[in-house]
């Protein structure tokens, strides 16, 4: 097998970063004061094994209890426990398309089958999701979904759920910008998982550090699978002090919502077609120029973005919202290569 | 499955904790420095996807090329990776017993099986453990092994390797405080893979950070298996400065090895029977009182150490190489306990 390829990581580059959907803003401030207090307590001790001060500070924030909440190691680390307490080899792990690769590599590195149904071409998402059978052992429905940013409506999650014969992981690492999540739904149906990252809506890709909210006697079997220390001092400290100000992911959804805007209908002017995203980037193709041409010569004048093939679907460019500025760039260089 | 069960982590306690191998002492001054200065550089972006830094850094010191080493989220995340790489459903992970009791829990997570070969009483290990069989697909050695603080002879491993018909993972998590180490041995033979963690000999077990050490073409197809971004962008910072300061780990090693000598003679004083050890830790047995009546009162005292029971095999105290006023402390105790 091949391993799961993520997006273009330059490190030392001078790249404008549009294709891995980071926040172009720096998280709160109170981050960095609860790393360097973090610090100060000393690092030679083993890190809280359950992370027990971001599971209270979370659960107040989000209205359920701490024993609702299971911390990983970015979302990665959930989606891989819950692959891996829930599937075994041969087995089988349900996936719309096109979504999120990583799914698919999960599927694999457990040598498991990976069954993908497609979503219709507005982005709806047929009832044959919840369709039953015998191996099915986990479904997994990004929501906003990648490369789209389109959403499936609760009310058909809940109904997703109630007839799938499994858990359904809804993985809403992109809900916070968008009008509505499923979080509540994790009371009224025991298999809906939720999977949250704070690598996206409070701007900490690089703390690593994602959660699932569901029921306790689900969260109880999923802690057995997890490495006992998964998440060091650091990123729960960090994460704890970031979920605790929400008057900074309030603002920065603003900012970011406001540029999503601006980039949708700029794509729109350059002759697009944009999906409407509820996510912090945009899902666009355009009718005359290649999608591969055009990501290729953003990269040549200094700009990132996603590629995106999918076999059997298309292709397109997902392109995340960074500032006004970086979106104005991208715009210009855009406007001169479909002009 | 009951999932691994860690030491006792209490968080918030006065405990003098001797009970899971942590460094009593601050790690590096240069640690703290290097994650203040990566929060300064934002925590927005993704980290590098296999620690560069680190790899050159720790390549330099260790003597190795980069590309021979893997980093993971504590050298937990290593072990899970490794696993999960090569032992698949039913098939076999073998361990020398009484050891590392979390490697059986890895093996139980992939649905293997685990073979169990005993030590012999004086811990020296059996030829027995290089037999060769069509199902076993990863041998496990931790060299210091846990609880008995022994090694089993580099020559031996090196002979051990190249009878078994699998790669021969050699845990090192404790080999700074030993004489001897394998990781030169890597280059002799494709099949011995070596794994280091920071939380000991580094004092950074809050961080989560260890790393492996193989041939290239190992290697690559372990980082298939990880999670993209397994390691944070702090973690990756503390641990590059840690293993950087070299002249940090002669002074920490010099410290240990002396109190780890008070508490052997010690313990012999006292009438244990003690193991000579090349770890941070000591492993004791009171011909007279019983190590889980020890613990308790240890407990009650406030003096946390390790209680070990191994079915068919019998019980002691695992003591970890704390200051020296920790370990006169608990010497102290013992002394009335068993006077």
Redesign the interface.
Known sequence: ????T?GE?P?AGRFV?LN?N??????SPL??RA??D???R????????TA?AFRTRAAAVLGVEPDWILCG??S??IL?IVT?AFV??GERLRLPYPSYV?YRTLAE?Q?AVSEEVRFNRDWTLSGGFAAPRDDLRVAFLPNPNSPSGTTVPRDQILDLAERLPCPLLVDEAYADFSDAHCLDLVTRNEKILVARTL?KSY??????FGFLVAQPHVIRQL???K?????????IA?ATAAIGDQAWLVDNRRKILATRGRLTSGLGRLGFTVEPSQANFVWSVHPRVSADHLYRCLKAEGVLVRYMRYAGWGDGLRISVGTDEQIDTCLGLLEALTG
């Open positions: 097998m091949s391993g799961y993520p990581q490190q970063k891995t980071e926040n172009p803003y720096s998280p981050v960095a790393i360097t973090a610090v100060a000393g690092l030679s001790a083993y890190p809280d094994p027990a190691n970015g990665d680390d891989t891996r075994g080899r990583l590195l040598g690598s701007a900490l890709a690089g703390l690593r802690l057995k699978v490495d006992s220390y998964n998440c060091d001092a650091l990123s960090g």
